[in-house]
Structure formats: structure tokens, C-alpha cells
């Protein structure tokens, strides 16, 4: 039987340099936060409302893992592992994902070039990811996205409602630092699109 090809270990287990100019939530506490995926891997009940919380905005599983290849730059997803990868997780361990830098350029064998990508996640940090360690990929569809907001973390003289469409009532979706940025808030393109839509939904983070 022939042996496959030697993985480049550098390739998921080289140490992740997190950037320094990342701004996080003010609400995000290193020392005592759980992440999503973690909450979504421990926990099968908050699993199955935070990925319909998912479709509810929009985002959809791509049928072929090597589409990512064909996405543009930037281009946030979330995915999956299957059982083979480097980390040695259970079979569909979920994985938060980041923003889509692309192929390595600067990788040398053209062969190992096609066969893992590089993403940006909420860190700041560079990653990193096989394809063939990969389950499944979710990606937000424009046709089918909902507008999600994050709770308010602060309260100021400049609040911006929304009306709830589980509720009927306005609901403060951003509280703005002066007239003239809840002015940029409200000619927003995800704050209109809730007002066309009618419809929109609470980001997950921070809302518990």
C-alpha cells in the first residue's frame, strides 16, 4: 500500500501570534469568557440554537469544501473538523473560523499550495487549515442573510431603535457616542436592510 504524502506539521501547529491592534468587546474578559465553539461543542442544547440562530441569518453549508478556493478575500465562514486532523478532535468539532485571507502565496510546493488555505480569526491571529481536516464549511448567503446585531454593551444620550419582530415594540439595537454616528448608524446598510426587511435578529455574543 502506498503511504500518503508527509504533512507539513508548521502547517496547524506552529504558535499563532495574536495582533496587538485587534479591539475587542468591551464586555470580553480573557480570563473568564467561553467561546462560542466551546459552548457549541460542550453543550448539544445551545449547539442546536446557536446553528438556528445560524440560518436564521443567512448563513448555509457549502457543498463542496474546495469552494472556499473560489471565494473572494475576506469572506467570513465557520467550519467544522473531521476525525483525521492534526488536533485529534471528535468527528464535526466546531470551529468559530475567521475571515478568508486565501491560499499561501508564498508557499514553494504548488501541490501543498491547493491543498490548505490561510483565515484571520477573531483573534487577530493567522491560521492555518487543511482542507482534507475539514467537514463542513458555512458561509453567509446574501440572498438569504438577516441583519444580527450585538446587544448594546454601553448606554448613551443617542440610543437607535429598531422594531422587534418577535415583539412589535422598538428596541434599542445601538446606543451612539454623538448625533452625527447614529446618524452614520441608522444610513448603514444592515440597519436599512432590517427596515426593508422587517425582520432581524441578536448576534449570539455577549447576549446570555
Known amino acids: 500500500m502506498e503511504l500518503p504524502p508527509p504533512i507539513k506539521p508548521q502547517l496547524q501547529m506552529y504558535p499563532h501570534k495574536l495582533d496587538v491592534k485587534t479591539v475587542h468587546d468591551t464586555r470580553y474578559d480573557p480570563l473568564t469568557y467561553i467561546s462560542v465553539q466551546t459552548k457549541v461543542n460542550l453543550d448539544e442544547k445551545y449547539e442546536k440554537l446557536y446553528f438556528e440562530n445560524l440560518m436564521i441569518q443567512g448563513w448555509v453549508k457549502i457543498p463542496k469544501i474546495e469552494t472556499i478556493f473560489g471565494l473572494p478575500k475576506g469572506t ?14 471528535p468527528d464535526g468539532t466546531f470551529r468559530s473560523g475567521g475571515w478568508l485571507i486565501g491560499r499561501n502565496e508564498n508557499e514553494d510546493d504548488l501541490d501543498l499550495k491547493n491543498k490548505y488555505i490561510l483565515y484571520k480569526g477573531f483573534n487577530g491571529a493567522i491560521f492555518s487549515l487543511q482542507l482534507k481536516d475539514i ?24 440610543p437607535v431603535f429598531l422594531i422587534s419582530p418577535t415583539t412589535n415594540e422598538p428596541e434599542i ?21 432590517a427596515i426593508q426587511l422587517g425582520n432581524w435578529v441578536w448576534s449570539d455574543v455577549f447576549n446570555n
Open 173 to 193: 439595537v445601538y446606543y451612539a457616542k454623538d448625533n452625527a454616528h447614529k446618524i452614520r448608524f441608522e444610513n448603514s446598510d444592515k440597519y436599512q436592510k
Open 135 to 158: 467537514k463542513e464549511i458555512y458561509i453567509k448567503s446574501k440572498k438569504r442573510e438577516v441583519p444580527a446585531f450585538k446587544k448594546p454593551a454601553r448606554v448613551t444620550n443617542f
Open 76 to 89: 467570513q465562514f465557520k467550519y467544522r473538523l473531521n476525525q483525521d486532523s492534526l488536533s485529534k478532535v
